[in-house]
Protein backbone atom coordinates (compact mmCIF):
# COMPACT_ATOMS: atom_id res chain seq x y z
CA UNK A 1 0.00 0.00 0.00
CA UNK A 2 1.27 3.70 -1.11
CA UNK A 3 0.13 6.31 1.42
CA UNK A 4 0.67 10.19 0.66
CA UNK A 5 0.32 12.39 3.63
CA UNK A 6 0.13 16.31 3.24
CA UNK A 7 2.99 15.87 0.65
CA UNK A 8 3.63 19.90 -0.22
CA UNK A 9 6.20 20.47 -3.44
CA UNK A 10 6.91 23.75 -4.53
CA UNK A 11 9.53 24.64 -7.76
CA UNK A 12 11.26 28.04 -6.86
CA UNK A 13 8.32 29.45 -4.91
CA UNK A 14 5.53 27.84 -7.07
CA UNK A 15 3.77 25.50 -5.56
CA UNK A 16 2.38 22.25 -7.04
CA UNK A 17 1.54 19.59 -4.45
CA UNK A 18 -0.22 21.62 -1.48
CA UNK A 19 -1.02 19.13 0.95
CA UNK A 20 -1.68 16.52 -1.11
CA UNK A 21 -3.35 13.29 0.71
CA UNK A 22 -4.34 9.88 -1.19
CA UNK A 23 -3.96 5.97 -0.04
CA UNK A 24 -3.63 3.64 -2.68
CA UNK A 25 -4.36 -0.31 -1.93
CA UNK A 26 -2.21 -3.14 -3.45
CA UNK A 27 -4.11 -4.74 -6.54
CA UNK A 28 -6.21 -2.11 -7.56
CA UNK A 29 -6.23 0.36 -10.89
CA UNK A 30 -6.38 4.12 -9.39
CA UNK A 31 -6.37 6.65 -12.17
CA UNK A 32 -5.81 9.75 -11.35
CA UNK A 33 -7.22 12.74 -13.40
CA UNK A 34 -6.58 16.37 -13.36
CA UNK A 35 -5.87 19.69 -16.17
CA UNK A 36 -2.47 19.66 -17.81
CA UNK A 37 -0.01 20.81 -15.75
CA UNK A 38 -1.94 20.16 -12.79
CA UNK A 39 1.05 18.26 -11.26
CA UNK A 40 0.33 14.52 -12.17
CA UNK A 41 3.52 13.73 -13.25
CA UNK A 42 5.23 15.48 -10.10
CA UNK A 43 2.97 13.43 -8.36
CA UNK A 44 4.42 10.35 -9.74
CA UNK A 45 7.89 11.40 -9.48
CA UNK A 46 7.10 11.52 -5.76
CA UNK A 47 5.75 8.26 -5.30
CA UNK A 48 8.63 6.58 -7.15
CA UNK A 49 11.19 8.72 -4.92
CA UNK A 50 12.66 10.47 -8.19
CA UNK A 51 11.52 14.11 -6.22
CA UNK A 52 11.91 15.01 -2.79
CA UNK A 53 8.63 16.45 -1.59
CA UNK A 54 9.45 19.54 0.27
CA UNK A 55 7.00 18.14 3.43
CA UNK A 56 4.77 15.69 4.57
CA UNK A 57 5.01 11.56 4.24
CA UNK A 58 5.20 9.22 1.30
CA UNK A 59 4.91 5.81 2.56
CA UNK A 60 5.22 2.56 0.88
CA UNK A 61 4.46 -0.51 2.64
CA UNK A 62 5.06 0.96 5.65
CA UNK A 63 8.40 2.72 5.13
CA UNK A 64 8.30 6.51 4.88
CA UNK A 65 10.36 6.59 1.89
CA UNK A 66 11.04 10.62 2.43
CA UNK A 67 13.45 9.45 5.21
CA UNK A 68 15.49 7.21 3.48
CA UNK A 69 19.01 7.82 2.92
CA UNK A 70 20.04 7.61 -1.13
CA UNK A 71 20.85 3.16 -1.19
CA UNK A 72 17.49 2.39 1.26
CA UNK A 73 15.66 4.68 -1.02
CA UNK A 74 17.36 2.89 -4.20
CA UNK A 75 15.78 -0.72 -2.50
CA UNK A 76 12.80 0.71 -2.52
CA UNK A 77 12.49 2.37 -5.96
CA UNK A 78 13.04 -1.22 -7.57
CA UNK A 79 9.43 -2.17 -6.45
CA UNK A 80 8.50 0.03 -8.73
CA UNK A 81 8.12 0.05 -13.03
CA UNK A 82 7.35 3.30 -14.35
CA UNK A 83 5.60 4.04 -17.86
CA UNK A 84 7.21 7.57 -18.81
CA UNK A 85 5.34 10.45 -20.23
CA UNK A 86 7.72 10.57 -23.65
CA UNK A 87 8.71 6.57 -23.22
CA UNK A 88 12.36 7.25 -22.01
CA UNK A 89 13.86 4.61 -23.93
CA UNK A 90 17.71 4.79 -23.72
CA UNK A 91 18.63 5.74 -26.86
CA UNK A 92 21.98 4.63 -27.05
CA UNK A 93 20.50 0.86 -26.30
CA UNK A 94 18.29 -0.78 -29.00
CA UNK A 95 15.56 -2.43 -28.08
CA UNK A 96 16.78 -5.92 -26.84
CA UNK A 97 19.21 -3.80 -24.72
CA UNK A 98 16.44 -1.58 -23.14
CA UNK A 99 14.19 -4.41 -22.30
CA UNK A 100 16.99 -6.23 -20.78
CA UNK A 101 18.25 -3.56 -18.96
CA UNK A 102 16.36 -3.98 -15.40
CA UNK A 103 16.97 -8.04 -16.12
CA UNK A 104 20.19 -7.90 -16.10
CA UNK A 105 20.83 -5.56 -12.69
CA UNK A 106 18.15 -6.96 -10.66
CA UNK A 107 17.91 -10.37 -11.90
CA UNK A 108 20.28 -13.45 -11.39
CA UNK A 109 19.44 -14.26 -15.28
CA UNK A 110 21.55 -15.60 -17.53
CA UNK A 111 22.00 -14.72 -21.39
CA UNK A 112 19.86 -17.21 -22.51
CA UNK A 113 16.83 -16.64 -19.73
CA UNK A 114 17.43 -12.72 -20.73
CA UNK A 115 17.54 -13.61 -24.21
CA UNK A 116 13.79 -15.97 -23.79
CA UNK A 117 11.97 -13.65 -21.30
CA UNK A 118 12.53 -10.27 -23.78
CA UNK A 119 10.90 -12.57 -26.56
CA UNK A 120 8.64 -12.93 -23.76
CA UNK A 121 7.56 -9.51 -23.08
CA UNK A 122 8.10 -8.33 -26.76
CA UNK A 123 5.69 -10.59 -27.99
CA UNK A 124 3.01 -9.57 -24.69
CA UNK A 125 3.54 -5.46 -26.00
CA UNK A 126 2.83 -7.29 -29.70
CA UNK A 127 6.43 -5.87 -30.94
CA UNK A 128 7.38 -9.82 -31.57
CA UNK A 129 10.92 -9.65 -33.53
CA UNK A 130 11.82 -6.23 -33.07
CA UNK A 131 15.00 -6.85 -30.89
CA UNK A 132 17.27 -5.53 -32.87
CA UNK A 133 15.90 -2.19 -33.92
CA UNK A 134 17.50 0.80 -32.56
CA UNK A 135 15.49 3.07 -30.68
CA UNK A 136 15.74 6.19 -33.55
CA UNK A 137 13.91 3.51 -35.35
CA UNK A 138 10.45 3.84 -33.58
CA UNK A 139 7.82 5.42 -33.64
CA UNK A 140 6.23 6.93 -30.79
CA UNK A 141 3.06 3.98 -30.18
CA UNK A 142 6.07 1.41 -30.20
CA UNK A 143 8.33 3.59 -27.85
CA UNK A 144 5.87 3.50 -25.26
CA UNK A 145 5.10 -0.10 -25.66
CA UNK A 146 8.62 -0.67 -25.72
CA UNK A 147 8.58 1.34 -22.20
CA UNK A 148 5.69 -1.13 -20.75
CA UNK A 149 7.91 -4.21 -21.76
CA UNK A 150 10.61 -2.66 -20.03
CA UNK A 151 8.99 -1.65 -17.36
CA UNK A 152 7.32 -5.34 -16.96
CA UNK A 153 10.44 -6.87 -17.15
CA UNK A 154 11.42 -6.87 -13.82
CA UNK A 155 7.82 -7.83 -12.38
CA UNK A 156 7.51 -4.66 -10.32
CA UNK A 157 4.93 -4.50 -7.31
CA UNK A 158 3.56 -1.09 -8.43
CA UNK A 159 3.34 0.28 -11.87
CA UNK A 160 2.58 3.63 -12.65
CA UNK A 161 1.40 4.24 -16.49
CA UNK A 162 2.08 8.24 -17.35
CA UNK A 163 -0.34 8.84 -20.21
CA UNK A 164 0.40 5.48 -21.82
CA UNK A 165 -2.57 5.86 -24.34
CA UNK A 166 -1.51 10.14 -24.92
CA UNK A 167 -0.71 10.29 -29.13
CA UNK A 168 -1.40 6.62 -30.11
CA UNK A 169 -4.39 6.10 -32.53
CA UNK A 170 -7.03 4.39 -30.98
CA UNK A 171 -6.56 0.38 -31.81
CA UNK A 172 -2.96 0.85 -30.21
CA UNK A 173 -4.54 3.25 -27.40
CA UNK A 174 -7.22 0.66 -26.94
CA UNK A 175 -4.65 -2.46 -26.68
CA UNK A 176 -2.57 -0.61 -24.10
CA UNK A 177 -5.99 -0.52 -22.12
CA UNK A 178 -6.52 -4.09 -22.37
CA UNK A 179 -2.91 -4.54 -21.57
CA UNK A 180 -3.05 -2.68 -18.04
CA UNK A 181 -5.68 -4.26 -17.00
CA UNK A 182 -4.23 -7.62 -18.11
CA UNK A 183 -1.22 -6.82 -16.08
CA UNK A 184 -3.15 -6.14 -13.30
CA UNK A 185 -5.60 -9.09 -13.49
CA UNK A 186 -2.62 -11.96 -14.13
CA UNK A 187 0.47 -10.08 -12.26
CA UNK A 188 -1.45 -8.53 -9.55
CA UNK A 189 0.47 -5.56 -10.06
CA UNK A 190 -0.81 -2.78 -8.62
CA UNK A 191 -1.51 -0.53 -11.19
CA UNK A 192 -1.46 4.14 -10.92
CA UNK A 193 -2.36 5.47 -14.22
CA UNK A 194 -2.53 9.11 -15.44
CA UNK A 195 -4.82 9.66 -18.70
CA UNK A 196 -6.92 12.26 -20.09
CA UNK A 197 -9.08 9.07 -22.39
CA UNK A 198 -11.62 9.47 -19.48
CA UNK A 199 -13.80 6.70 -21.52
CA UNK A 200 -10.97 3.87 -20.50
CA UNK A 201 -10.13 5.85 -17.43
CA UNK A 202 -13.49 4.77 -16.12
CA UNK A 203 -13.80 1.62 -17.85
CA UNK A 204 -10.76 0.28 -16.46
CA UNK A 205 -9.67 1.75 -13.04
CA UNK A 206 -11.23 0.10 -10.11
CA UNK A 207 -10.86 3.62 -8.58
CA UNK A 208 -10.58 7.30 -9.50
CA UNK A 209 -8.77 10.59 -8.25
CA UNK A 210 -9.11 13.78 -9.34
CA UNK A 211 -6.01 15.85 -8.90
CA UNK A 212 -7.13 19.79 -8.71
CA UNK A 213 -4.93 22.90 -7.00
CA UNK A 214 -2.72 20.59 -5.60
CA UNK A 215 -4.42 18.28 -3.71
CA UNK A 216 -6.86 15.61 -4.50
CA UNK A 217 -10.23 16.98 -4.36
CA UNK A 218 -12.54 13.82 -4.78
CA UNK A 219 -11.61 10.22 -4.50
CA UNK A 220 -14.41 6.95 -5.66
CA UNK A 221 -14.97 4.19 -8.65
CA UNK A 222 -16.01 5.62 -11.68
CA UNK A 223 -19.66 5.53 -10.58
CA UNK A 224 -19.22 8.00 -7.66
CA UNK A 225 -17.48 10.32 -9.44
CA UNK A 226 -19.45 10.36 -12.56
CA UNK A 227 -22.31 11.33 -10.00
CA UNK A 228 -19.78 13.47 -7.71
CA UNK A 229 -21.65 16.22 -6.26
CA UNK A 230 -18.53 18.76 -6.75
CA UNK A 231 -18.89 21.36 -9.43
CA UNK A 232 -15.74 21.40 -10.72
CA UNK A 233 -15.22 17.77 -11.06
CA UNK A 234 -18.83 17.38 -12.99
CA UNK A 235 -17.18 20.47 -14.97
CA UNK A 236 -14.03 18.61 -16.18
CA UNK A 237 -15.22 15.20 -16.91
CA UNK A 238 -18.05 16.95 -18.95
CA UNK A 239 -15.56 18.67 -21.19
CA UNK A 240 -14.25 15.38 -21.62
CA UNK A 241 -17.17 13.32 -22.51
CA UNK A 242 -18.67 16.05 -25.19
CA UNK B 1 26.92 34.37 -5.65
CA UNK B 2 24.64 31.94 -3.57
CA UNK B 3 23.77 29.70 -6.63
CA UNK B 4 27.95 29.86 -7.67
CA UNK B 5 28.03 27.92 -4.04
CA UNK B 6 25.35 25.59 -4.08
CA UNK B 7 26.52 24.61 -7.55
CA UNK B 8 29.94 24.35 -6.63
CA UNK B 9 28.74 22.00 -3.60
CA UNK B 10 26.83 19.87 -5.52
CA UNK B 11 29.42 19.25 -8.10
CA UNK B 12 31.64 18.32 -5.27
CA UNK B 13 29.19 15.58 -3.96
CA UNK B 14 29.02 14.16 -7.13
CA UNK B 15 32.86 14.13 -7.54
CA UNK B 16 33.18 12.24 -4.65
CA UNK B 17 30.32 9.98 -4.67
CA UNK B 18 32.01 9.19 -8.70
CA UNK B 19 34.84 8.55 -6.58
CA UNK B 20 33.72 6.51 -3.74
CA UNK B 21 31.58 3.98 -5.90
CA UNK B 22 34.62 3.62 -8.24
CA UNK B 23 36.38 1.73 -5.46
CA UNK B 24 32.85 0.30 -3.53
CA UNK B 25 30.47 -0.44 -6.25
CA UNK B 26 30.63 -2.79 -9.16
CA UNK B 27 31.78 -0.64 -12.43
CA UNK B 28 29.65 -1.01 -15.76
CA UNK B 29 33.17 -2.27 -17.59
CA UNK B 30 31.06 -2.59 -21.02
CA UNK B 31 30.57 0.34 -20.83
CA UNK B 32 33.46 1.91 -19.96
CA UNK B 33 35.01 0.09 -23.25
CA UNK B 34 32.66 1.24 -25.15
CA UNK B 35 32.96 5.29 -23.98
CA UNK B 36 36.84 5.17 -24.25
CA UNK B 37 36.63 3.61 -27.85
CA UNK B 38 34.13 6.69 -28.49
CA UNK B 39 36.50 9.17 -26.85
CA UNK B 40 38.89 7.75 -29.27
CA UNK B 41 37.10 7.56 -32.07
CA UNK B 42 36.05 11.26 -31.42
CA UNK B 43 39.41 12.71 -30.73
CA UNK B 44 42.69 10.89 -32.21
CA UNK B 45 42.18 12.62 -35.52
CA UNK B 46 41.74 16.42 -34.20
CA UNK B 47 44.50 15.46 -31.96
CA UNK B 48 46.94 14.14 -34.39
CA UNK B 49 46.28 16.76 -36.41
CA UNK B 50 46.57 20.04 -34.04
CA UNK B 51 49.49 18.32 -32.55
CA UNK B 52 51.21 18.35 -35.64
CA UNK B 53 50.32 21.31 -36.97
CA UNK B 54 51.68 22.86 -33.48
CA UNK B 55 54.67 20.97 -33.36
CA UNK B 56 54.96 22.45 -37.18
CA UNK B 57 54.53 25.93 -36.42
CA UNK B 58 56.93 25.79 -33.30
CA UNK B 59 59.56 24.31 -35.79
CA UNK B 60 59.14 27.46 -37.83
CA UNK B 61 59.20 29.98 -35.51
CA UNK B 62 61.79 29.33 -33.30
CA UNK B 63 63.80 28.24 -36.47
CA UNK B 64 63.39 31.35 -38.08
CA UNK B 65 63.55 33.70 -34.21
CA UNK B 66 67.26 31.66 -34.15
CA UNK B 67 68.14 32.48 -37.60
CA UNK B 68 67.38 35.93 -37.48
CA UNK B 69 69.59 36.20 -33.92
CA UNK B 70 72.59 33.81 -34.53
CA UNK B 71 71.92 33.33 -38.46
CA UNK B 72 71.28 29.32 -38.17
CA UNK B 73 68.81 27.50 -36.73
CA UNK B 74 69.58 25.88 -33.47
CA UNK B 75 67.87 24.10 -30.48
CA UNK B 76 64.56 23.44 -32.86
CA UNK B 77 64.49 20.04 -31.46
CA UNK B 78 64.58 20.50 -27.64
CA UNK B 79 62.60 23.67 -27.82
CA UNK B 80 60.20 21.96 -29.45
CA UNK B 81 60.54 18.76 -27.14
CA UNK B 82 60.08 20.53 -23.99
CA UNK B 83 57.27 23.15 -24.92
CA UNK B 84 55.82 20.20 -26.52
CA UNK B 85 55.78 17.44 -23.44
CA UNK B 86 55.62 19.88 -20.65
CA UNK B 87 52.61 22.41 -21.96
CA UNK B 88 51.38 22.23 -25.42
CA UNK B 89 50.82 18.62 -25.37
CA UNK B 90 48.91 18.04 -22.54
CA UNK B 91 46.87 21.27 -22.26
CA UNK B 92 45.91 21.67 -26.18
CA UNK B 93 45.05 18.37 -26.47
CA UNK B 94 43.13 19.04 -22.85
CA UNK B 95 41.53 21.65 -24.94
CA UNK B 96 40.68 20.09 -28.18
CA UNK B 97 39.06 17.26 -26.13
CA UNK B 98 37.13 19.40 -24.09
CA UNK B 99 35.19 20.76 -27.37
CA UNK B 100 34.88 17.42 -28.96
CA UNK B 101 34.87 14.83 -26.51
CA UNK B 102 33.56 16.35 -23.26
CA UNK B 103 30.80 18.68 -25.85
CA UNK B 104 29.27 15.64 -26.71
CA UNK B 105 29.27 13.78 -23.43
CA UNK B 106 27.71 16.79 -22.10
CA UNK B 107 25.01 16.71 -24.52
CA UNK B 108 24.45 13.45 -24.28
CA UNK B 109 23.67 13.52 -20.77
CA UNK B 110 21.89 16.09 -20.86
CA UNK B 111 19.89 14.62 -23.53
CA UNK B 112 19.05 11.79 -21.11
CA UNK B 113 18.49 14.04 -18.66
CA UNK B 114 15.24 16.19 -20.55
CA UNK B 115 13.56 13.29 -22.12
CA UNK B 116 13.68 11.14 -18.53
CA UNK B 117 16.41 8.39 -19.13
CA UNK B 118 17.97 9.59 -16.30
CA UNK B 119 14.71 8.94 -14.09
CA UNK B 120 14.29 5.81 -16.03
CA UNK B 121 17.70 4.40 -14.15
CA UNK B 122 16.12 4.45 -10.64
CA UNK B 123 13.48 2.10 -11.15
CA UNK B 124 15.91 -0.68 -12.99
CA UNK B 125 18.31 -1.11 -10.27
CA UNK B 126 20.94 1.91 -11.89
CA UNK B 127 21.69 5.23 -11.22
CA UNK B 128 23.24 8.11 -12.59
CA UNK B 129 26.72 7.90 -10.69
CA UNK B 130 27.05 4.23 -11.67
CA UNK B 131 25.42 3.83 -15.01
CA UNK B 132 26.79 7.46 -16.74
CA UNK B 133 29.26 8.84 -14.43
CA UNK B 134 32.23 5.93 -13.39
CA UNK B 135 32.24 4.32 -16.48
CA UNK B 136 33.22 7.91 -18.63
CA UNK B 137 35.18 9.27 -15.58
CA UNK B 138 37.47 5.82 -15.74
CA UNK B 139 37.53 6.41 -19.43
CA UNK B 140 38.31 9.93 -19.79
CA UNK B 141 41.24 9.15 -17.14
CA UNK B 142 42.64 6.46 -19.69
CA UNK B 143 41.73 7.91 -22.84
CA UNK B 144 43.27 11.78 -22.20
CA UNK B 145 46.52 10.61 -21.54
CA UNK B 146 47.06 8.29 -24.52
CA UNK B 147 45.87 11.12 -26.67
CA UNK B 148 48.51 13.39 -25.36
CA UNK B 149 51.07 10.84 -25.69
CA UNK B 150 49.72 10.74 -29.84
CA UNK B 151 50.08 14.94 -29.58
CA UNK B 152 53.56 15.21 -28.07
CA UNK B 153 54.57 12.37 -30.81
CA UNK B 154 52.89 13.85 -33.97
CA UNK B 155 54.26 17.29 -32.70
CA UNK B 156 57.72 15.94 -32.85
CA UNK B 157 57.45 14.08 -35.89
CA UNK B 158 55.92 17.62 -37.69
CA UNK B 159 58.43 19.49 -35.90
CA UNK B 160 61.08 17.39 -37.80
CA UNK B 161 59.30 17.39 -40.87
CA UNK B 162 59.41 21.38 -41.08
CA UNK B 163 62.59 21.27 -39.49
CA UNK B 164 64.43 19.11 -41.90
CA UNK B 165 62.51 20.56 -45.13
CA UNK B 166 62.13 24.05 -44.71
CA UNK B 167 65.09 24.65 -42.19
CA UNK B 168 67.59 22.41 -43.49
CA UNK B 169 68.02 21.11 -39.96
CA UNK B 170 69.87 17.69 -39.80
CA UNK B 171 67.98 15.34 -38.18
CA UNK B 172 70.62 13.51 -36.46
CA UNK B 173 70.96 16.80 -34.34
CA UNK B 174 66.95 16.94 -33.81
CA UNK B 175 66.71 13.05 -32.28
CA UNK B 176 69.71 14.01 -30.31
CA UNK B 177 68.16 17.09 -28.62
CA UNK B 178 64.78 15.37 -28.56
CA UNK B 179 66.43 12.07 -26.60
CA UNK B 180 67.33 14.58 -23.64
CA UNK B 181 63.77 14.66 -22.48
CA UNK B 182 63.59 12.72 -19.11
CA UNK B 183 61.43 10.94 -17.62
CA UNK B 184 60.41 13.29 -15.12
CA UNK B 185 59.98 16.21 -18.31
CA UNK B 186 57.07 13.29 -19.49
CA UNK B 187 56.17 12.67 -16.21
CA UNK B 188 55.33 15.79 -16.10
CA UNK B 189 53.07 16.18 -18.73
CA UNK B 190 51.26 13.02 -18.23
CA UNK B 191 50.76 13.81 -14.16
CA UNK B 192 48.85 17.08 -15.42
CA UNK B 193 46.78 15.53 -18.37
CA UNK B 194 45.47 13.03 -15.51
CA UNK B 195 43.97 16.05 -13.74
CA UNK B 196 42.51 17.36 -16.43
CA UNK B 197 41.00 14.42 -17.70
CA UNK B 198 39.25 14.41 -14.22
CA UNK B 199 38.47 17.99 -14.45
CA UNK B 200 37.15 17.47 -18.57
CA UNK B 201 34.94 14.95 -17.32
CA UNK B 202 33.49 15.91 -13.45
CA UNK B 203 32.54 19.44 -15.57
CA UNK B 204 30.84 17.80 -18.72
CA UNK B 205 29.03 14.98 -16.73
CA UNK B 206 27.83 17.43 -14.05
CA UNK B 207 26.90 20.33 -16.52
CA UNK B 208 25.11 17.11 -18.32
CA UNK B 209 23.28 15.72 -15.41
CA UNK B 210 22.32 18.93 -14.50
CA UNK B 211 20.45 20.38 -17.32
CA UNK B 212 16.90 21.88 -17.64
CA UNK B 213 14.86 23.00 -19.89
CA UNK B 214 14.53 20.81 -23.36
CA UNK B 215 16.57 20.89 -26.36
CA UNK B 216 17.20 24.52 -25.84
CA UNK B 217 18.73 23.63 -22.15
CA UNK B 218 20.88 20.54 -23.68
CA UNK B 219 22.51 23.70 -26.26
CA UNK B 220 22.64 25.80 -23.22
CA UNK B 221 24.59 23.15 -20.93
CA UNK B 222 27.06 22.29 -23.45
CA UNK B 223 28.59 25.50 -24.21
CA UNK B 224 28.32 26.17 -20.49
CA UNK B 225 30.47 23.19 -20.05
CA UNK B 226 32.86 23.59 -23.02
CA UNK B 227 33.72 27.10 -21.28
CA UNK B 228 33.63 26.07 -17.69
CA UNK B 229 36.23 23.53 -18.96
CA UNK B 230 38.38 25.45 -20.98
CA UNK B 231 38.94 28.41 -18.23
CA UNK B 232 39.66 25.73 -15.70
CA UNK B 233 42.18 24.10 -17.76
CA UNK B 234 44.26 26.97 -18.09
CA UNK B 235 43.93 28.17 -14.57
CA UNK B 236 45.13 25.22 -13.21
CA UNK B 237 47.42 24.43 -15.33
CA UNK B 238 49.24 27.22 -13.67
CA UNK B 239 49.06 26.10 -10.43
CA UNK B 240 49.75 22.73 -10.99
CA UNK B 241 52.85 23.45 -12.89
CA UNK B 242 53.91 25.49 -9.96
CA UNK B 243 52.50 22.40 -7.70
CA UNK B 244 54.59 20.19 -9.95
CA UNK B 245 58.02 22.65 -10.02
CA UNK B 246 58.02 22.29 -6.54
CA UNK B 247 57.71 18.75 -6.26
CA UNK B 248 61.06 19.18 -8.68
CA UNK B 249 59.22 17.04 -11.09
CA UNK B 250 60.45 19.63 -14.61
N1 LIG C 1 11.55 19.81 -12.62
C1 LIG C 1 10.70 20.85 -12.59
N2 LIG C 1 11.15 22.08 -12.32
C2 LIG C 1 10.30 23.14 -12.27
N3 LIG C 1 9.00 23.06 -12.48
C3 LIG C 1 8.48 21.85 -12.75
C4 LIG C 1 9.30 20.67 -12.82
N4 LIG C 1 8.52 19.62 -13.10
C5 LIG C 1 7.26 20.11 -13.19
N5 LIG C 1 7.23 21.43 -12.99
C6 LIG C 1 6.03 22.28 -13.00
O1 LIG C 1 5.05 21.65 -12.23
C7 LIG C 1 3.77 21.80 -12.83
C8 LIG C 1 3.10 20.44 -12.97
O2 LIG C 1 3.79 19.71 -13.97
P1 LIG C 1 3.38 18.23 -14.36
O3 LIG C 1 3.36 17.39 -13.15
O4 LIG C 1 4.30 17.80 -15.45
O5 LIG C 1 1.91 18.40 -14.94
P2 LIG C 1 0.95 17.29 -15.51
O6 LIG C 1 -0.20 17.21 -14.58
O7 LIG C 1 0.50 17.79 -16.86
O8 LIG C 1 1.71 16.01 -15.62
C9 LIG C 1 3.98 22.50 -14.14
O9 LIG C 1 3.61 23.84 -13.99
C10 LIG C 1 5.44 22.38 -14.40
O10 LIG C 1 5.91 23.52 -15.06
MG1 LIG D 1 2.45 14.92 -17.14
Known amino acids: ?242 | MKKFFINFGNAVMVFYKTITSIFTKRIEWDTTLEQIVKIGNESLPLVILCGAFTGMVFALQVGETSISIFNEPIYIGLSLAYSLVLELGPVLTSLVVTGRAGAAMTAEIGTMKVTEQIDALYTLGSEPISYIFVPRFIAFFVSLPILVLFADCSGILGGLVVAKLKLGYPISKYWEEIRTLGISTFSHGILKSFVFALLIVWIACYNGIETKGGAEGVGKATTKSVVVSMVFILVTDYFLTSLLLSFGIV
Do not use: C, W
Open chain 1, 1 to 242: MIQLKNVHKNFEGKPVLRGLNLEIYDGEIITIIGASGAGKSVLFKNIVGLMKPDSGEIIVDGVDITKLDEDELHKVQTKFGMLFQGAALFDSLNVYENVAFGLRRLTNMNEVQIKRKVAELLEVVNLSGTQNLPVSALSGGMKKRVGLARALATSPKYLLYDEPTTGLDPILADSINKLIVKVNKQLKVTSIVVTHDMKSGFEISHRIAFLSDGVIKETGTPDEIKNSKLEELRKFISLYFQ
